[in-house]
């Protein structure tokens, strides 16, 4: 908690170009969290390293959480008490911490070239040693260092670790957890171009931000002992702590880019619902101690907790993403639906076609049970949105026999007679044909089905024929007799 019992929590991305689901998980269990406990959720921007930066990944990282649901208190595009929130406008606070820490002998400053550094990390490793820096320029006297800074070298300036040390700190995940300082290299805090590593400006703003919890991912964790030393030197008390763990492929190998989408944009291109990606990214780590799977952001705030994260790696499944799409798809109303239908047909190939409203409410309810993403409605039935172009072979050779033309021809007749027919009406029109043809109902449903979609397999022919309405059922039924020949025996 903060100096005044307020619990404040901070999702604090670097600005590389899109948001990695493991990163949208760390922004929704702190989203979680701050909601819980009536606390505040902080969006801060970390770009000090400015060769990562990526043109536009600010804006895309803020709209994404928008979209996902993820709404922060603070951040850089609303303000709040304790900015600025992005990294880069925080320079002059970061060197005034950097010569507190110089002043008072917990750093140094390091004149080591880029070259030296590279060959001494390569003397190491042919040595198979741990890199790590060897204090070379911690035993430069003051005169050295004033004469260096004379003649205008470069340098940077390194945290000094004391040797020795049990470094141990509480984890809400992980319980206790022990380093031992000289494990720790020389960290540098403040890079030659004056801007500061992730390291210290974490640090330095966490504490002046009165972050209360800092809950991110498991690749952290050895950085959190460096972090422990920080906090030691400038006399501050630590917030809590949560390393939550790895997203894995299911080999178990780590979640990348090169065995699958990690990018929340991707997965929005792809047609997954926000709620059903955040459901999905709660249970990587965290279950709520029973079977339940499908959860809303407002069930998730009422249910997740930290006890309940695990620490082992959790498995990400994409087929149990594309189910929990499906089951989010389907718990909303047909309007909802139709919204987020004409959206997607605004975007494919009939955004100059218009469709009557009544007319979608009708697809929707006829594919709803069918779809696992809003553009299925589109490619899982086209002949809802244009008559078919050709017929599956498949279902011609099956379904379609030398008899077919004159009893879709009796079919006609009767289908015609029909006043403003519903499902029910052409369904009681087709059984009386074919029993007065001494025929079975399925052989006519099948001929039907093929004639209007296409397809030999999709909803209830009789709803189809409903939605297409009379004329433009007879009029795909006529085009079928005319267009389909009779496999040969």
């Not at 790590?132 to 800074?149: K, M, Q, V």
């Not at 422990?228 to 979640?255: C, I, T």
Request: hydrophobic fraction near 40%; proline fraction near 5%; glycine fraction near 8%.
């Amino acid at each position: 908690m903060t100096k005044n019992g307020k619990t404040r929590v901070r999702f604090a991305p670097s600005p590389t170009g899109y948001l990695h689901v493991g990163g949208l998980r760390t922004a929704l269990y702190n989203y979680l969290y701050a909601r819980q406990h009536e606390g505040v959720f902080v969006l801060r921007i970390e770009d000090t390293d400015r060769t990562r930066r990526v043109e536009g990944a600010v804006e895309s990282l803020i709209g994404t959480l928008q979209w996902a649901g993820l709404h922060y208190d603070e951040g850089p595009d609303i303000g709040g008490a304790f900015g600025p929130y992005v990294q880069s406008e925080r320079l002059p606070i970061y060197r005034a911490h950097v010569d507190q820490l110089l002043a008072e002998g917990n750093a140094y400053r390091c004149f080591c070239t880029p070259d030296r550094l590279e060959e001494m990390r390569k003397q190491q490793e042919r040595a198979k040693m741990s890199p790590r820096y060897d204090r070379r320029c911690l035993i430069l006297d003051r005169h050295e260092i004033e004469e260096n800074i004379a003649k205008g070298i470069p340098f940077a300036v390194r945290m000094k670790v004391p040797r020795g040390e049990a470094i141990r700190f509480h984890d809400l995940i992980r319980e206790t957890v022990d380093f031992s300082s000289d494990e720790l290299d020389d960290q540098i805090l403040l890079k030659s171009d004056g801007y500061p590593t992730y390291h210290l400006a974490n640090v330095v703003d966490d504490h002046l931000m009165e972050i209360s919890h800092v809950i991110r991912g498991e690749e952290w964790l050895p950085s959190t002992p460096k972090h422990v030393l920080l906090y030691r030197f400038f006399g501050w008390q630590a917030p809590e702590m949560a390393h939550l763990p790895l997203l894995l492929n299911p080999d178990r190998s780590k979640l990348s880019k090169r065995q699958g989408d990690v990018a929340v944009e991707e997965y929005r291109e792809k047609g997954f619902l926000p709620e059903a990606l955040v459901n999905f990214v709660a249970l990587l780590g965290w279950n709520p101690g029973d079977e339940r799977e499908l959860f809303s952001l407002d069930d998730l705030v009422k249910e997740f907790s930290i006890e309940r994260v695990g620490k082992s790696g959790a498995i990400f499944n994409i087929d149990k993403l594309v189910w929990l799409n499906s089951q989010h798809l389907r718990k909303k109303s047909d309007t909802e639906i139709l919204k987020l239908l004409e959206e997607a047909l605004a975007k494919s190939k009939y955004r100059d076609r218009r469709f009557e409203r009544n007319y979608l409410i009708g697809v929707v309810a006829a594919m709803r049970e069918r779809a696992e993403f809003v553009h299925d409605f589109i490619e899982k039935a086209p002949y809802f949105f244009d008559p078919p172009a050709e017929y599956d072979p498949a279902a011609v050779k099956k379904r379609w026999t030398g008899e077919t033309p004159t009893q879709l021809e009796n079919l006609i007749e009767a289908f015609s007679k029909l006043e403003k027919p519903r499902a029910a009406d052409f369904e009681g029109a087709l059984r009386t044909v074919a029993g007065s043809m001494g025929v079975p109902d399925g052989d006519l449903i099948h001929a039907v089905r093929l004639a209007v979609s296409g397809v030999g397999g999709g909803p209830g022919v009789f709803q189809i024929l409903e939605i297409l309405g009379k004329d433009e059922s007879l009029k795909r039924i006529r085009s079928a007799v005319e267009k389909i020949n009779t496999p040969a025996a």
